[in-house]
């Protein structure tokens, strides 16, 4: 399985901005799709994860609101968009696969065997 973000950039605060992950390489029906960040000098951090099959998601600390993860199966893409962005949203965002996890283990970047290369987010005025 590969893993290739893109769709970082420069944004102002309060500006949105839609990350897309796109996987190649077999995925089955039991597969999660999570998104991370690391933010300078921190620790990554769970962002959002959804079901490849079915579409349920989650999300780790504030996210829910101003975040939203989804898929498209058919181009085997999964997306990340972040609205009414803060200085605190810049950080370097990876997507991550794993298989059969249930929703309380998502958040864990140890369960997820599969990684990409990362899409720099950077919020600046």
């Known amino acids: 399985v590969q893993l290739q973000a893109s769709g970082g950039g420069l944004v102002q605060p309060g500006g949105s901005l839609k990350l897309s992950c796109t996987v190649s390489?077999?995925?089955?029906?039991?597969?999660?799709m999570g998104w991370f960040r690391q933010a300078p000098g921190k620790e990554r951090e769970f962002v959002a994860a959804?079901?490849?099959?079915?579409?349920?998601?989650t999300y780790g600390g504030s996210k829910k609101g101003r975040f939203t993860i989804s898929k498209n199966n058919a181009k085997n893409t999964v997306y990340l968009q972040m609205n009414s962005l803060e200085s605190e949203d810049t950080a370097v965002y990876y997507c991550?696969?794993?298989?059969?996890?249930?929703?309380?283990?998502?958040?864990?970047?140890?369960?997820?065997?599969?990684w990409g290369q990362g899409t720099l987010v950077t919020v600046s005025s």
């Open positions: 991550a696969a794993a298989q059969r996890l249930i929703i309380s283990t998502m958040s864990n970047e140890r369960n997820y065997r599969f």
């Open positions: 959804i079901r490849w099959s079915g579409g349920g998601s």
């Open positions: 390489g077999h995925t089955g029906s039991d597969y999660v």
